[in-house]
């Protein structure tokens, strides 16, 4: 299945490599058929439903009211948030592309909502708990900051933002194959602690937890600097 959903981007991913990670190129899913985005959003869907359970339990939702949570991976575990905890409202943004298809549980309508947004943009509502699962490796690092930024500005005081994304580690090869896959679909990356703590800093973020989720994940609790 992935070799058939990505073959295009690999395809092109010497000359990907030639103009550098700073140059991101269009999203394969945003002109791939309608066919391989649904089998494409059913694997992301599988696993983010395997790697991101934990959260459940990891995040303390009571001292939370507003969500907001980012990109395809964010959808299944804002619906099981607001399936177990009744006082939440969750708003899914994202590129158009992660919608199609989507439909909302109708016992969740009034307080789940999905939207459509460049995330580079100023985003259309603030929230207390601002879910990143897996989006940023999609991006180069000065978009990445971009969103971390927009990020930033759309979490009310003494809110948390939740980033969850693969470390790289340089001593050991593990993610490697991963970080070249994204450079073909997106021009994004895998990074290291140390070029997050760097993208943060930029960011004028804060690292307040990291914890290990799995194998392949990690959580980074983040907050803005004082």
Do not use: C
Request: net charge positive; glycine share 4%.
């Amino acid at each position: 299945m992935w070799s058939d959903v990505y073959r295009i981007a690999w395809k092109n991913l010497a000359k990907i490599i030639s103009e550098g990670r700073d140059n991101p190129h269009t999203l394969f899913k945003v002109s791939a058929s309608n066919e391989n985005r649904e089998r494409y959003h059913h694997a992301i869907d599988g696993y983010a439903r395997e790697d991101f359970s934990v959260l459940l339990t990891l995040i303390d939702w009571q001292q939370h009211q507003q969500v907001i949570g980012i990109g395809r991976s964010a959808k299944g575990l804002l619906e099981r948030a607001l399936t177990t905890y009744k006082h939440l409202q969750a708003l899914l943004l994202g590129e158009d592309y992660i919608f199609h298809p989507i439909s909302i549980n109708s016992s969740l309508k009034f307080r789940y909502h999905l939207q459509s947004h460049v995330l580079s943009h100023p985003w259309p509502k603030m929230a207390d708990a601002i879910l990143l699962p897996r989006v940023l490796h999609y991006w180069p690092d000065k978009q990445a900051i971009s969103i971390l930024q927009k990020a930033h500005d759309a979490l009310l005081p003494n809110g948390k933002i939740y980033l969850t994304e693969m470390l790289i580690d340089e001593k050991r090869p593990e993610g490697a194959l991963l970080d070249l896959n994204m450079l073909a679909e997106s021009g994004g990356k895998l990074r290291t602690l140390s070029q997050w703590k760097i993208l943060l800093e930029k960011s004028s973020l804060s690292m307040l937890q990291h914890l290990k989720i799995s194998d392949t994940a990690d959580l980074l609790v983040l907050k803005k600097q004082p």
